[in-house]
């Protein structure tokens, strides 16, 4: 049996809608989903509890799937299977979101449990390699997808974000801590007018059962709103949520949605 962790966004609720067996659906409190509804809560203090909780069920394999935020520890709530955890886990919140992200892999994988991708489970989720969109990019837009690339490898070896803009092989924007859409936000005022793209990708080296990078509608109408001409995404590598809304939103107002072979 299949339980998928949820958190926020569209991904759980995409993820849920294509299996064809509904799994059992988890969430961390703090952290709980905003699409589907959670049938086991758990808090982190208590994850070896929930592991054990999930073998009753027989569960065999987690799809973690939506954002989570990283939850504060009381040391007074820490259960008797949990505490052999603590060093793991403290380790984990202190870390970088790519080394946080390994860690709690570890544990499940170390509890038993078999890990599986939101694109493993759901494939579809992948758009193919190519344009699918009326506008095309152009020239210049190619040579600002090349350097997104470029930018976005130089960020992830920090561990710093999955998506930039870049408009005349400049960086304009970078993500950080708080995320692609507010990177976005920042671009409302920018000084040097139109045009640029939005290069978004997974880390190089990253493991990816969990944590790609996703877009959805509402990145569209924020790449529009930021005066950005397309969006440039690495095929294979980042998730496209209501694919039909994001080619649409696209169409209608005026960008490009461009699937990149990396």
């Not at 299949?2 to 299996?19: D, F, S, Y």
């Not at 924007?173 to 007018?193: C, H, K, Y």
């Not at 397309?230 to 169409?251: P, T, Y």
């Amino acid at each position: 049996m299949l339980a998928v962790i949820a958190g926020t966004g569209l991904l759980p609720k995409e993820v849920c809608e294509r299996l064809a067996k509904r799994p059992l659906i988890c969430a961390m409190e703090g952290s709980e989903p905003d699409c589907v509804d959670a049938e086991i809560s758990f808090r982190i203090e208590q994850l070896g509890s929930f592991f054990a909780r999930l073998k009753a069920a027989d569960v065999t394999e987690i799809c973690l799937a939506g954002a989570v935020r990283r939850p504060p520890i009381d040391p007074s709530a820490i259960d008797a299977a949990t505490m052999p955890m603590v060093p793991v886990i403290q380790a984990a919140l202190g870390a970088g979101d790519d080394g946080a992200l390994r860690a709690v892999m570890g544990l499940i994988e170390q509890a038993g449990f078999t890990l599986r991708a939101a694109h493993e489970v759901a494939p579809d989720l992948l758009m193919e390699e190519g344009i699918a969109t009326q506008v095309q990019p152009g020239e210049l837009d190619k040579a600002d997808a090349s350097r997104g690339a470029e930018v976005v490898a130089a960020m992830s070896a920090a561990d710093i974000g999955q998506s930039c803009a870049i408009r005349a092989r400049q960086a304009i924007a970078v993500e950080n801590i708080f995320g692609t859409n507010w990177m976005l936000q920042s671009l409302a005022a920018r000084p040097d007018g139109q045009g640029g793209v939005m290069f978004k990708a997974p880390k190089p080296g990253q493991d990816r059962r969990a944590d790609l990078p996703a877009i959805g509608p509402d990145t569209v109408e924020l790449v529009a709103a930021a005066g950005l001409s397309g969006i440039v995404l690495e095929a294979g590598g980042v998730l496209v949520l209501e694919q039909e809304k994001v080619i649409a939103a696209c169409d209608r107002l005026g960008l490009f949605l461009w699937l990149r072979q990396p």
